[in-house]
C-alpha cells in the first residue's frame, strides 16, 4: 500500500501569514498516463472534506487562489499565501494511484 | 448542483449488519467510479470501498474484506453499502464520494455506531 505522511502534524499560523503543509509517498504517484495523482482536501470543523486541489497543482472551481499546489513524485507541498480565519481545518492529501487510496494522516491548521 | 445524500447509519449491536445507502445528483452517475471513506470519531479519513462506473469492479480495504460488500444501481443513480459483522472499530461516519477516483464530490455523511 501507498503510505502518505503529511508535516507539520499541527499549524498554528497567524491571520495575513503564509503556511505551508508537505505532504510524502511512500512510491510515485506519477501514472502511466503521466499525470500525478496527488490531491489535497480541506475539512472545516463539523464539515464533511472538500477537494481543494487535483492532480497537484490544479484547483477546483470556488477555491481561492491564495490556495496553490505544487511538487512531483512523491514530494508535494500546500501553500496558503496569506492565511484567513476560514481556513481553519484539517487539511488531507490523497493519492488516487494505486488502490486502497490513502490519505495523510491530517494537518490541522489553526490561528494563533 | 451535485448532490449526494446518504442514509442508513445507525446504532447496531457488535455482528449486526447495516445497509448505506447514497442517492446522487446533477452529475452522470453512471459514468463515474463512486467511493465510501470513513471517519472515526477525532480522527483521520480512511478510503473502505470503491466501485468503478466502466465495469462495476469492487475494491475493499483489508480491514473490510469479507464483510462489506459495495453496490451501484444505476437506473436509481443510487450506491450502496452491505455492513456485516460490525465491529466496535467500524464506528465512524460514512462519506458517500463521487465523480471519480480523484473524490471531487463528497456526501453530508452518515454515522455509525457499534456498541452493546
Known amino acids: 500500500d501507498v503510505v502518505m505522511t503529511q508535516s507539520p502534524l499541527s499549524l498554528p499560523v497567524t491571520l495575513g501569514q503564509p503556511a505551508s503543509i508537505s505532504c510524502r509517498s511512500s512510491?510515485?504517484?506519477?501514472?502511466?498516463?503521466?499525470?500525478?495523482?496527488l490531491n489535497w482536501f480541506q475539512q472545516r470543523p463539523g464539515q464533511s472534506p472538500r477537494r481543494l486541489i487535483y492532480k497537484v497543482s490544479n484547483r477546483d472551481s470556488g477555491v481561492p487562489d491564495r490556495f496553490s499546489g505544487s511538487g512531483s513524485g512523491t514530494d508535494f507541498t500546500l501553500k496558503i499565501s496569506r492565511v484567513e480565519a476560514e481556513d481553519v481545518g484539517v487539511y488531507y492529501c490523497m493519492q488516487g494511484i494505486r488502490w486502497p487510496g490513502s490519505f495523510g494522516q491530517g494537518t490541522k491548521v489553526e490561528i494563533k | 448542483e451535485v448532490q449526494l445524500v446518504e442514509s442508513g447509519g445507525g446504532l447496531v449491536q457488535p455482528g449486526g449488519s447495516l445497509r448505506l445507502s447514497c442517492t446522487a445528483s446533477?452529475?452522470?452517475?453512471?459514468?463515474?467510479?463512486m467511493s465510501w471513506v470513513r471517519q472515526a470519531p477525532g480522527k483521520g479519513l480512511e478510503w473502505v470501498s470503491g466501485i468503478s462506473g466502466s465495469d462495476g469492479s469492487t475494491h475493499y480495504t483489508d480491514a473490510v474484506k469479507g464483510r462489506f460488500t459495495i453496490s451501484r444501481d444505476n437506473s436509481k443513480n443510487t450506491l450502496y453499502l452491505q455492513m456485516n459483522s460490525l465491529r466496535a472499530e467500524d464506528t465512524a461516519v460514512y462519506y458517500c464520494?463521487?465523480?471519480?477516483?480523484?473524490?471531487?464530490?463528497w456526501g453530508q455523511g452518515t454515522l455509525v455506531t457499534v456498541s452493546s
Open positions: 512510491q510515485s504517484l506519477v501514472y502511466s498516463d503521466g499525470n500525478t495523482y
Open positions: 464520494v463521487g465523480g471519480g477516483w480523484a473524490c471531487p464530490f
Open positions: 446533477g452529475f452522470t452517475f453512471s459514468s463515474y467510479a
